[in-house]
């Protein structure tokens, strides 16, 4: 019997959970199914501009792991774009970490959590201004 996956560290769920193509009922599509660590690979990766390396320690999983939810990732989003399918953003093994940040200036330090993708990452010290750092979790 194979192992539990291991849960996977995310910091960040998008409010849209389902995409489709333009112009194809609902009844006549095929979908495909990305877990939100898949989300979060190609987040890191492709929208964050980050090396593998780094977005493995943010989702605290090996380069090799990271590597492989990323090429399963990408194929998914692959078959779906040329194939014509919708995408849902569903499941997987995950737990959503939070960020925290310090300002340098003033040395207040802060937590985010974006659950729903709604909010806006906090770039400036709320009580100062200068900008913040991410700092990692203790």
């Known amino acids: 019997m194979p192992r539990p996956p291991k849960e996977r560290r995310v910091e960040f769920i998008p409010a849209v ?20 660590e898949e989300v979060e690979a190609i987040r890191l990766k492709d929208r964050e501009g980050l090396m593998q390396e780094e977005c ?3 989702m605290q999983v090996s380069r090799a792991t990271f590597q492989r939810i990323l090429q399963e990732a990408r194929s998914k989003i692959s078959d779906a774009l040329i194939c014509g399918k919708a995408i849902r953003f569903q499941g997987g093994d995950f737990y959503l ?3 925290r940040k310090r300002c340098r200036h003033c040395d207040e330090v802060y937590e ?3 659950v729903t993708g709604d909010q806006e990452e906090i770039t400036d010290c709320p009580e100062c201004g200068h900008p913040l750092e991410e700092i ?3």
């Open 17 to 36: 959970k389902y995409f489709k193509p333009a112009a194809v009922p609902m009844c006549e599509l095929e979908e495909v199914v990305l877990t939100i």
């Open 97 to 99: 970490g939070h960020r």
């Open 112 to 114: 985010e959590s974006n």
């Open 136 to 138: 990692e979790p203790s």
């Open 56 to 58: 493995a320690e943010k």
